[in-house]
């Protein structure tokens, strides 16, 4: 710890904190709230984070909608949520007390930059009477600072204009919480250094106001004494703190090696996909090629063609970009050739809430396409696991020469936890060979190469990077006669190829492993999830279990095609709820797949579940 904050009094012990940065999308409390949960995980805490942006570009300074605000859960032990309340709320302005202290538990501590509470912004807010006043604040412990006007005054001897030196205020308020809740300074203090080290007069301002909230925890009586996390007990290794965009990069970065293939993005920029198209174009070194192109149906284009090539093809966008390249996906199942569809789901319909959170993408990943198109469709559960994930949706893309649909979302795209580094020599191989030779021979005899002679095992066509000597063939949209690849209109053949695709498609499902229980196999109740809900059903199923209730759960990785077992698994239970962040649809596919009563736990509001949803679905329905 810095000699600046240390004291006499021994810091109260805690086994989790809660907190939750609210502000102007101009205050910084995104990067406020990244700096507090570094330095945490550098600490060892585990941790999980709820990034909460404003749907809008740029919606009007002061007002509710502009609200971005950072949520971040540290703890000593293994936690997956960044949890249900703030035990501490950072309101930087009325707007942001108005738009979050719902959310705060009651009793807990508020912190107010009081200097923002003038008429003006009161107005733009939507109050009539000042909240510091009347009686909206009674109930919680609140801590009452000047944050902008002690910015301003610590800036001063420096020469920083107060127009500049006000926006240092969010590193008042790290420093202010980090006292509170004794964070290590010096990685903070590091960071502006190298973060702002072209601009002296930035980095001199940025220091001077978090020591001013160091200094100013440390005097005032206000914030009393200390609290201290403690770091957590992880399997050993070495730890990163890792989004979830990140990760899903690093793992197609990781698919490319393991399959010994270049790796192709095709990408137009498209929230909250973007950061995987920055993320890979710094990975040339890899043999990652990127190129931003001029639409969405123009990136997946570029993508299929890198396929072709013989290169891993992959594409990255949000559900208005699928929808879009929905007619290009359709020809990646008829030309049968791998390629990756990534989804960063957001809220929808149409450009809905760009930067909000939903999985209702489901039934266009399974049925967006025309005619009868079937892929695979892949789900990441967390953060780390986009990285998984990737390398999973790679595989059997390759594998069986098929475009596949990985699903993630933008609670995971954005939000954080500790990922330990993975054991490269640990990783699957999963590398394909390219035909390189003829693989027949014709009616003479001859060798000749046959596009759509198919692999026994997994009914996958080869695959020949054009050019290659001996190997021509043709490919596109019009329907190709078994074996030849000849262009065949005939119903016979039509019916063969529909056949065969849809039959490839569900044989994926022997290479998974037997569908996995989580909790009691006697229970009345399963829980079925997939994707992002992963984090607050296992919470939810903990503590229902440790309070001596009786529960399953079923976590599903793959949703197109279904495990084989499915069926069989969740017939033995009385009651099946399916927690998702849309209106039912894996439900729905539940339902119909296995003729069980299985109930929908529906969420569309642009934010994850809360633990608590999910266990009041489970006692619920638990007879």
């Not at 300074?185 to 601009?199: D, N, V, Y």
């Not at 594998?399 to 936890?417: M, Q």
């Not at 996958?460 to 043709?474: K, N």
Request: hydrophobic residues 40%.
């Amino acid at each position: 710890m810095s000699d600046t904050i240390d004291r006499v009094d021994t810091p109260e012990v805690i086994d989790r904190l809660i907190v939750r940065f609210a502000g102007d999308s101009g205050d910084g409390m995104q990067l406020t709230g990244d700096r507090f949960t570094t330095v945490s995980a550098s600490f060892g805490n585990d941790l999980s984070t709820l990034p909460d942006f404003p749907a809008e570009i740029r919606a009007p300074a002061g007002t509710v909608n502009g609200v971005s605000s950072f949520q971040v859960q540290i703890s000593d032990h293994d936690i997956t949520t960044p949890g249900d309340e703030p035990n501490v709320l950072v309101a930087m302005n009325p707007a942001a007390l108005k738009a979050d202290l719902h959310r705060l538990e009651r009793g807990g501590t508020l912190i107010i930059n009081t200097d923002a509470f003038d008429e003006r912004n009161l107005d733009k807010a939507g109050y009539t009477d000042s909240p510091l006043d009347d009686g909206t604040i009674d109930g919680y412990r609140v801590i009452r600072v000047p944050m902008t006007s002690i910015t301003k005054e610590a800036c001063a001897p420096l020469g920083v204009k107060p127009r500049d030196a006000e926006r240092s205020k969010n590193f008042f308020a790290l420093g202010l919480v980090s006292f509170m809740y004794s964070r290590p300074t010096e990685p903070t203090l590091e960071w502006i250094a190298e973060k702002f080290g072209s601009r002296e007069q930035v980095a001199a301002a940025n220091t001077a106001a978090f020591t001013a909230g160091l200094n100013y925890a440390e005097t005032t009586e206000a914030v009393g004494h200390r609290y201290e996390v403690r770091p957590a007990s992880l399997p050993a290794g070495e730890y990163t703190s890792i989004t979830g965009n990140t990760a899903l990069s690093w793992g197609l970065v990781a698919a490319g090696q393991l399959a010994k293939l270049p790796v192709t993005l095709g990408s137009y920029p498209i929230t909250p996909a973007s950061d995987i198209l920055h993320e890979l174009s710094k990975h040339k070194n890899f043999g990652v090629r990127t190129v931003q192109a001029e639409d969405e149906i123009a990136a997946v284009g570029v993508a299929l063609g890198a396929a072709f090539a013989g290169h891993l093809g992959v594409t990255t966008t949000s559900g208005p970009g699928v929808a879009l390249k929905s007619e290009t996906i359709s020809l990646a199942v008829s030309i049968e050739l791998p390629l990756l569809v990534i989804d960063i789901q957001r809220g929808g319909p149409s450009t809905g809430l760009p930067t909000k959170t939903e999985a209702s993408d489901l039934n266009l990943a399974i049925y967006g396409r025309h005619g009868e198109a079937p892929l695979p469709v892949v789900a990441a559960y967390s953060p780390a696991d986009c990285f998984d994930a990737a390398i999973e949706a790679a595989r059997i893309a390759l594998k069986y020469r098929t475009p596949v649909i990985l699903l993630s979302d933008g609670y995971l795209a954005n939000g954080s936890e500790p990922w330990c580094l993975p054991d490269v020599d640990g990783l699957p191989d999963i590398s394909v060979p390219f035909t390189a030779a003829p693989n027949d021979v014709d009616d003479d005899g001859q060798p000749v190469f046959h596009p759509y002679l198919r692999d026994p095992d997994t009914l996958a066509r080869p695959w020949a990077i054009p050019g290659t000597p001996g190997l021509m063939h043709r490919v596109g949209g019009l329907e190709k006669a078994d074996i030849t690849g000849n262009v065949n209109y005939t119903p016979e053949n039509h019916a063969k190829m529909g056949d065969l695709r849809a039959a490839k498609i569900a044989g994926i499902a022997a290479d998974y492993d037997p569908v996995e229980i989580t909790g009691d196999t006697d229970a009345s109740v399963c829980v079925v999830g997939w994707g992002s809900t992963w984090a607050a059903i296992d919470a939810a199923v903990q503590r229902r279990r440790r309070n001596g209730h009786k529960v399953a759960w079923v976590h599903l990785r793959h949703l197109n095609p279904l495990p084989n077992d499915l069926g069989d698994v969740l017939q033995r239970f009385d009651q099946v709820i399916v927690p998702e962040l849309n209106r039912g649809q894996l439900c729905n596919i539940l339902r119909a797949n296995y003729l069980i009563d299985a109930q929908p736990v529906s969420k569309v509001a642009g934010l994850p579940f809360t633990t608590r949803e999910i266990e009041d679905a489970i006692e619920e329905a638990t007879p």
